[in-house]
């Protein structure tokens, strides 16, 4: 059973600096593309960063890119995503999902459960 | 990149059938058929109903039949039932090599 559990979240103050961690298990890893997807309080989904199977490619919203970084370590099967200079907007629950194959990130096939990252003063 | 377009809800009566419409552009419903629908149900994870347009995953109810012509998809629920009600979210892959969604459509089975 594919299971992704993700960790990390909690209240930053703006411009601060957070990791978020996804810990895989039911699959084998490094053969998947893994992503974040976020959601605002009462928001809709969107898209945050994607990585492909074995970290040759990541990809990038607009909206994060230069402060976000998403990496790998497929060794202890692990998606992890550095946060830094946080604003207020990327309040958010942050999923950790995986795609259907090694670098095709344009769905999202399995979910975690999410963890809620609140930035404010 | 900008957010795909959905109706903010739809409402229907058990057994009935629905859709909901999820409009974009040439950059990303248009320039690909790589358009997925997910369900979200209050307080969980959302839940992929249909990709490639048209292709549902492994266990998902054949109620559920998705189809898109130019710029804009559609996900149609059929034989409604009170378990159907949720968010629903359209998405897509775009020539900027991003992911779109739609802001969402709250289906209401009355």
């Known amino acids: 059973e594919v299971q992704l559990l993700e960790s990390g979240g909690g209240l930053i103050l703006p411009g601060g600096s957070l990791r978020l961690s996804c810990a895989a298990s039911g699959f084998v890893f490094t053969n998947y593309v893994m992503s974040w997807v976020r959601q605002a309080p009462g928001k809709g989904l969107e898209w945050v960063s994607s990585v492909s199977g074995g970290a040759y490619s990541t990809y990038y919203a607009d909206s994060v890119k230069g402060r976000f970084t998403l990496s790998r370590e497929d060794s202890k099967n692990t998606l992890y995503l550095q946060m830094n200079n946080l604003r207020v907007e990327d309040t958010a629950v942050y999923y950790c999902?995986?795609?259907?194959?090694?670098?095709?990130?344009?769905?999202?096939?399995?979910w975690g459960q999410g963890t809620l990252v609140t930035v404010s003063s | 990149q900008s957010a795909l377009t959905q109706p903010a809800s739809v409402s229907g009566s058990p057994g009935q059938s629905i859709t909901i419409s999820c409009t974009g552009t040439?950059?990303?419903?248009?320039?690909?058929?790589?358009v997925s629908w997910y369900q979200q149900h209050p307080g969980r994870a959302p839940k992929l109903l249909i990709f490639d347009v048209t292709d549902r995953p492994s266990g998902v109810s054949n109620r559920f039949s998705g189809s898109k012509s130019g710029n804009t998809a559609s996900l149609t629920i059929s034989g409604l039932q009170a378990g159907d009600e949720a968010d629903y979210y359209c998405?897509?892959?775009?020539?900027?090599?991003?992911?779109?969604f739609g802001g969402g459509t709250k289906l209401t089975v009355l």
């Open positions: 040439s950059r990303d419903i248009g320039a690909y058929n790589y």
């Open positions: 998405s897509s892959f775009t020539a900027s090599s991003t992911v779109v």
């Open positions: 999902a995986r795609g259907k194959n090694f670098g095709d990130y344009r769905l999202f096939e399995y």
